[in-house]
């Protein structure tokens, strides 16, 4: 791989282990310190690589320059506590060199643990996944104003009140004691939920699916999964419903990246891999007596990648959003459980039961009726098509419900 390659690559996956890292080392109180010697290490690499070609080892090359930039500012800081201003000091010198550990245990260790106090319940879940997606993630501010259809002004405001608010409230950068650790754990699981979702299905303009934050949020998962206080059932729950989502991501697109809607999707085209791990870590999930919302979604999406289209697989889908609706209702799973018993019970009583919920705002909604009256009303589905298409936020949506309008 070449320079011009290589350096966004590794600025993607080794800049924010190194800003979990030093955020650790120096707390909240510096993370934006913590992230500009992040920075200015791959602005040296950029200038140094440019000049003399890529060292050897070019990860090992960008965390000894970090360490020493981390070093750096840790003297600079003593000698003005110590020296220069000492009436400031509030207690002995932190420089300790030995203490910027870059080792794979520490920056694991140090990502669990920036995740959870990211993820602190003191600060909106929008700014939980802006801060993830920056501090986690290593997302430049211009990717996360695009995922938030937002623009940058905004994006850096909203990450600015966020680590204010983590300094006011004291937050430490590690992980909850037991009595605190299901509550906290709900709050990043939340997090993680939402940023796959928002790759999953994105409004923005660019691109309606978002794989880089699809698997992002897989590996954030990971991380909870492989250590032993946080492999929790509901977190292998979580994992296994993003990798059954995960295996359709392909299908889910046209060559043109227009979008395919499940009925018309190729099951061929649907990713056996990611299919099998969903099963492994769905069946790590049945432990406990606590059943989770995502125990539940992870089972309709098992049942989802099941490719023969039998009354079976709908009527046990239907059953799982029977469940999902009594444990935590939302609109969304509402509308998909009456598509679940148009296919498992006919269209005329899934009908019924979508006019029940007058999810008047939403596009969804009406295609959803447009699809259910087709064969049975085409003037009516035509009503719903029309709008729908008047709804949809997304230049993917219109061109799907135009493609429907067009066929009545």
């Given at each position: 791989m070449e320079q011009q390659e290589l350096l966004p690559h590794l600025f993607r996956s080794e800049y924010r282990k190194i800003v979990a890292v030093l955020s650790k080392r120096f707390g909240f109180e510096q993370v934006e310190v913590a992230e500009d010697i992040a920075s200015d290490t791959f602005v040296t690499a950029a200038q140094t690589w440019g000049l003399q070609g890529l060292p050897p080892s070019p990860v090992a090359w960008l965390y000894s320059v970090a360490k020493n930039k981390a070093k750096n500012h840790l003297h600079r800081a003593s000698?003005?506590?110590?020296?220069?201003?000492?009436?400031?000091?509030?207690?002995?010198?932190?420089?300790?060199?030995?203490?910027?550990?870059?080792?794979?245990?520490?920056?694991?260790?140090?990502?669990?643990?920036?995740?959870?106090?990211?993820?602190?319940?003191?600060?909106?879940?929008?700014?939980?996944?802006?801060?993830?997606?920056?501090?986690?993630?290593?997302?430049?501010?211009?990717?996360?104003?695009?995922?938030?259809?937002?623009?940058?002004?905004?994006?850096?405001?909203?990450?600015?009140?966020?680590?204010?608010?983590?300094?006011?409230?004291?937050?430490?950068i590690e992980l909850p004691d037991v009595t605190e650790m299901d509550k906290r754990l709900e709050a990043v699981l939340t997090t993680i939920y939402l940023l796959f979702s928002e790759g999953y299905y994105s409004e923005s303009q660019n691109q309606t699916i978002r794989r880089e934050l699809c698997f992002e949020a897989i590996r954030l998962c990971h991380m909870l999964v492989d250590n032993a206080s946080t492999n929790k059932p509901q977190v292998n729950?979580?994992?296994?419903?993003?990798?059954?989502?995960?295996?359709?991501?392909?299908?889910?697109?046209?060559?043109?990246?227009?979008?395919?809607?499940?009925?018309?999707?190729?099951?061929?085209?649907?990713?056996?891999?990611?299919?099998?791990?969903?099963?492994?870590?769905?069946?790590?999930?049945?432990?406990?007596?606590?059943?989770?919302?995502?125990?539940?979604?992870?089972?309709?999406?098992?049942?989802?990648?099941?490719?023969?289209?039998?009354?079976?697989?709908?009527?046990?889908?239907?059953?799982?959003?029977?469940?999902?609706?009594?444990?935590?209702?939302?609109?969304?799973?509402?509308?998909?459980?009456?598509?679940?018993?148009?296919?498992?019970?006919?269209?005329?009583?899934?009908?019924?039961?979508?006019?029940?919920?007058?999810?008047?705002?939403?596009?969804?909604?009406?295609?959803?009726?447009?699809?259910?009256?087709?064969?049975?009303?085409?003037?009516?589905?035509?009503e719903n098509f029309e709008k729908a298409l008047l709804l949809a936020k997304t230049q993917n949506d219109r061109k799907i419900i135009q493609k429907k309008i067009d066929k009545l």
């Open positions: 000698v003005f506590e110590n020296k220069i201003a000492p009436e400031f000091a509030i207690g002995p010198s932190d420089f300790v060199e030995a203490e910027i550990d870059l080792s794979l245990q520490n920056i694991n260790d140090s990502q669990l643990q920036m995740m959870f106090a990211i993820c602190h319940p003191s600060i909106s879940p929008e700014a939980q996944i802006g801060l993830s997606l920056r501090i986690l993630c290593g997302f430049g501010i211009d990717e996360i104003a695009d995922a938030f259809l937002s623009n940058k002004e905004t994006i850096n405001k909203r990450l600015y009140r966020a680590r204010a608010k983590l300094r006011e409230e004291k937050i430490k729950a979580l994992l296994s419903l993003m990798y059954f989502q995960a295996s359709r991501l392909d299908a889910r697109l046209t060559e043109n990246g227009e979008l395919i809607l499940y009925d018309d999707q190729d099951p061929n085209r649907w990713d056996d891999e990611l299919i099998t791990k969903g099963g492994y870590f769905l069946k790590r999930s049945a432990t406990g007596d606590t059943l989770s919302k995502y125990h539940l979604e992870a089972s309709i999406a098992y049942w989802s990648t099941q490719k023969a289209d039998t009354k079976e697989k709908w009527e046990n889908i239907l059953q799982l959003y029977n469940r999902l609706l009594q444990l935590e209702y939302s609109p969304m799973a509402a509308l998909n459980r009456t598509y679940a018993l148009s296919k498992a019970n006919g269209k005329e009583e899934a009908i019924a039961e979508a006019e029940k919920l007058n999810l008047v705002t939403s596009h969804f909604y009406f295609t959803l009726l447009g699809e259910l009256y087709k064969g049975i009303d085409e003037d009516r589905a035509m």
